[in-house]
């Protein structure tokens, strides 16, 4: 079956530190990858796409950045955190033949002090 | 760029009557527009998904309707059950070639017994 995990699911980081957040989808290949994130009192905003390795899209060009090193992995990271980056941040994918709808992670939340 | 609102942030209603949400659309009209359901601290669920050549779907108590002439999507929960309160969230595609979804805020429902 296709499972999606991401982790670490809270961190608490002082501002300036830096971000790694990990996902892995499991049981497909090739999907199509997305980060999201839930700021309090905010909708959910695209951050980034991947439709394939080493090809990210940005759409939201703040101090965050995406990487695809695999093709079922999706790292989101920052050199230096901001008290703004606070925020529920969540991972999804696309299912092949499902007809778009996207799949959700467990989300990570993630507190800068 | 293709804008979404969903114009209640927050809806009370009475066990047993119908909930009806609504998300309007502001750009081109979408292939497809797409339901999914949010709890506290989870990632969104996906619930229905219509095409632009679909007014109407269902799903056991739900129901879904695309106006591409009023650029909105009504949706319903019939026979409104407390278990049903949650946040429920409009997707489009990001854009005609549909690699994203972009995300209303999303209406905060809740029924009461």
Not at chain 2, 50 to 64: C, D, F, G, T, W
Request: charged share 15%.
């Amino acid at each position: 079956s296709q499972t999606i995990h991401q982790w670490p699911a809270t961190l608490v980081q002082p501002v300036g530190s830096p971000l790694s957040l990990e996902c892995t989808v499991e049981g497909t290949s090739n999907p199509n990858l997305y980060w999201y994130r839930q700021a309090a009192g905010r909708g959910l905003q695209l951050l980034f796409y991947s439709v394939g390795i080493g090809q990210i899209s940005s759409e939201v060009p703040q101090n965050l950045s995406a990487s695809r090193p695999q093709d079922r992995q999706f790292i989101l990271s920052s050199k230096k955190l901001l008290l703004s980056d606070s925020g529920f941040y969540l991972c999804a994918w696309i299912r092949q033949g499902a007809g778009g709808e996207l799949f959700f992670g467990e989300g990570s939340r993630l507190t800068v002090l | 760029s293709q804008k979404i609102e969903q114009n209640s942030e927050a809806l009370n209603i009475q066990e047993g009557k119908t909930a009806t949400l609504t998300c309007n659309y502001t750009n081109y009209s979408p292939a497809y527009l797409q339901w999914y359901r949010q709890d506290p601290g989870r990632g969104p669920v996906f619930l229905l998904l219509i095409r632009e050549n679909e007014k109407e779907k269902r799903k056991e108590r739900l129901k879904v309707t695309f106006d591409t002439t009023l650029k909105q999507s009504l949706f319903h929960i019939t026979a409104s059950q407390p278990a049903d309160s949650a946040t429920y969230l409009c997707a489009l595609p990001i854009n005609q070639a549909g690699t994203a979804l972009i995300f209303g805020k999303g209406t905060t429902l809740s029924v009461s017994s």
